[in-house]
């Protein structure tokens, strides 16, 4: 359990010891087993043999009899956390295994564990029990939020006010000092519900005061909760909040610049945005060294991927907004390719260290021929292993053609209803720029893409 504690608060090794789990559930046991086996690549042959008995034995048990309790909504929500990324976007299996625990979840009543009245007489085995059920919930509603915003869907368990319910959550006397940075991602999760849906509310003309909202209510959520943050926490996921609030920041401001033409952006947002975007791609290096990397969940990846896009994004328009420095931004860009690059060596293939790996070196090709001279000094660190990538062409030039407005090419988009829209605009807008995050993963393992 100690492994997992690196970058996710799922388990208390007070009460999730090795024989616990193991009487409670073999399914979970299996599902910790292949994703630390997958980690450490001396472990590929134990990891494929895992990877099998999960997939082929463990699942199709849980879907065939029913198992229900608060493991296997662990299970499945782990399972979903760190799927390997597809070859084709319509086949990710995570939005279904995580409705799967979400079912199973509704159907144990798991939702319920935070309102229900605490019995002070309960011995300490039982409240640790009770802890177990919640903190699983809440894993459960951040990872659901985030996928939701991930591929375009509706976030269904994102309906229920949880902040609500758990704001006291990390003062209780069992409390672990990871769950401070739990219940923090909650309100995170709810200011960014909130100000998306104050956004589509607002008349045209509110921007500056849609902007200034999101800073000053992410500005009072990272002054609240460094101040919460125990002295001992020395490897809480607060120690990364601001790249918590640098990557929020970015999802809300770029829904302004999003629905609008690039002309009438306003400078100052651009600005906002573009420090953001800085900040993020500053402390990524800085506190997410490949050892602890390796074992963040995909959203991690999926989030930096982005980040990167829009820097990108940001770098190209240096020409039009002069307090833009794109050799900077490029230069952050490589070094965040660099973590990828360190987490890959110290994992198996096919996972998503590898998959964003060669994603992102596609993105950092397309700038190649064009990136700002100052920039090319980072290049130069990450040359070899880009020129080295097996076919490395169709990535870059797709993202040239997004990057100049041109038709995207045909990358099997998911679904309408997984998507804002019915289809991809042929110009990406900010707000596309996660999904295609997303989806990179799976682009990266196609050989051949329609241009």
């Not at 894993?139 to 991930?150: G, K, R």
Request: net charge negative; glycine share 2%.
């Amino acid at each position: 359990m100690d492994t997992f504690e690196k970058t996710l608060a799922y388990f208390d090794p007070r009460l999730c010891t090795f024989d616990y789990i193991h009487s409670r559930s073999q399914s979970l046991l299996s599902v910790i087993c292949f994703i630390v086996a997958r980690v450490e690549p001396e472990f590929d042959s134990i990891a494929r043999q895992l990877d099998h008995h999960v997939h082929q034995t463990v699942y199709p048990a849980i879907l065939a009899h029913g198992f229900r309790s608060v493991e296997i909504v662990q299970a499945l929500l782990l399972l979903a956390a760190f799927a390997s990324p597809s070859e084709n976007v319509r086949e990710d299996r995570s939005w279904s295994l995580l409705s799967h625990a979400a079912r199973v979840a509704s159907e144990i009543n798991l939702q319920a564990c935070l309102s229900s009245r605490r019995d002070e007489h309960a011995t300490r085995a039982t409240r640790l029990e009770q802890r177990h059920a919640q903190r699983a919930w809440l894993n459960l509603w951040l990872h659901e939020f985030s996928l939701a915003q991930h591929t375009g869907r509706h976030s269904i368990l994102a309906e229920q006010d949880l902040f609500s319910s758990c704001r006291d959550w990390h003062l209780d006397p069992l409390a672990r000092d990871s769950d401070v940075a739990l219940v923090s991602m909650v309100e995170l999760r709810t200011i960014i519900k909130r100000n998306r849906h104050l956004f589509s509310l607002l008349p045209p003309g509110n921007d500056l005061f849609y902007a200034e909202q999101c800073k000053s209510q992410l500005r009072t959520w990272s002054q609240t909760w460094q101040n919460a943050l125990p002295l001992s926490a020395s490897i809480s996921r607060l120690e990364l909040s601001r790249l918590y609030v640098s990557h929020a920041l970015v999802q809300l401001l770029g829904l302004v610049l999003h629905h609008q033409a690039k002309s009438q952006w306003p400078p100052s947002i651009v600005m906002d945005l573009y420090e953001a975007s800085s900040t993020y791609l500053d402390v990524f290096p800085q506190r997410l060294a490949a050892d602890r990397l390796v074992y963040c969940y995909n959203s991690m990846w999926v989030a930096a991927s982005y980040q990167v896009i829009v820097a990108v994004r940001l770098a190209q328009l240096s020409s039009t907004f002069t307090f833009i420095d794109g050799t900077r931004l490029l230069q952050q860009c490589y070094r965040v390719y660099d973590c990828f690059s360190r987490a890959a060596n110290q994992s198996i293939e096919s996972t998503a260290p590898h998959c964003y790996l060669r994603f992102l070196g596609g993105v950092l090709r397309s700038l190649s021929h064009d990136a700002p001279p100052g920039a090319t000094e980072e290049a130069d660190t990450v040359s070899s292993s880009l020129e080295h990538s097996p076919n490395p062409d169709p990535i870059a030039e797709t993202l040239v053609q997004l990057s100049q407005g041109q038709q995207p090419c045909a990358m099997e988009a998911p679904p309408s209803d997984m998507l804002a829209a019915s289809e991809l605009d042929p110009l990406l807008g900010f707000d596309d720029l996660e999904f295609f995050a997303w989806a990179g993963a799976s682009l990266a393992q196609n050989d051949n893409f329609d241009t």
